[in-house]
């Protein structure tokens, strides 16, 4: 059975840091591993998604590696801001159509 | 639309009551799946629609919950006789099957509170 572990659960960094985020999975049988953003009250928003035979991705100053031997993925973000406070969720898409999410950890980047 | 909708944003009902509550995925997306989040809690899948397959259940967590897809596009998931265990955001996604990598785009959510 698959689960999704994400590591840490909570985070509070000073504006400007650059910081990691950790996401392992048990079963490396896995479609695609996407990383999302929830801000409180609000919906998911999509920042990456790795396809499986991919290592990494790129949005701005986001990057996102896969590693599936291993079931780990990391989130980079760099040069943390005020605006990045929110909960980042990985999700692993398997066989079958079923995502399997990760609890989430909850970031503030203290102005 | 330019996104997944979901009515009502917020829902509050007696214990016992029945509640139904709409998915309106993006256009042409033909997979729809529903995710319940409980306070605290990190997201569960509910149920799972492509086309027109039969829809993979496996995550509703009780008969007491059910959800249809009329003409492939908008979803009503219902919960009957509502206990108070089910207070959570219901969260609905939706995907193309034609972009290959199963990316979901996430609605706002309908907040459930039972009281």
């Known amino acids: 059975k698959q689960e999704v572990t994400q590591i840490p659960a909570a985070l509070s960094v000073p504006e400007g840091e650059n910081l990691v985020l950790n996401c392992s999975f048990t079963?490396?049988?896995?479609?695609?591993l996407q990383w999302f953003r929830q801000d409180p009250g609000k919906g998911l928003t999509s920042l990456l998604l790795?396809?499986?035979?991919?290592r990494e991705q790129t949005s701005g100053r986001l990057n996102a590696s896969l590693d599936k031997s291993s079931g780990r993925s990391t989130l980079y973000i760099a040069a943390s801001q005020p605006g990045d406070s929110a909960t980042y969720l990985c999700a692993v898409y398997t066989g079958g159509f079923k995502t399997i999410f990760g609890a989430g950890t909850r970031l503030f980047v203290k102005a | 639309g330019a996104g997944v909708s979901q009515s009502p944003s917020n829902k509050v009902t007696e214990k016992g009551k029945d509640v139904e509550l709409r998915c309106d995925p993006i256009?042409?997306?033909?997979?729809l799946y529903w995710y319940r989040q409980s306070l605290g809690q990190g997201l569960e899948f509910l149920i799972y629609?492509?086309?027109?397959?039969?829809?993979?259940k496996s995550g509703l967590p009780s008969d007491r919950f059910s959800a249809e897809r009329t003409g492939g596009s908008v979803s009503t998931l219902t919960i009957q006789r509502t206990q108070q265990e089910d207070s959570a955001v219901y969260l609905c996604a939706s995907s193309s099957p034609w972009t290959g990598n199963y990316e979901q785009y996430f609605g706002p959510g309908t907040r459930l509170t039972v009281t």
């Open positions: 629609f492509q086309g027109n397959s039969a829809p993979d």
């Open positions: 256009s042409g997306h033909t997979a």
């Open positions: 790795i396809q499986s035979s991919q």
């Open positions: 079963d490396s049988a896995i479609y695609n």
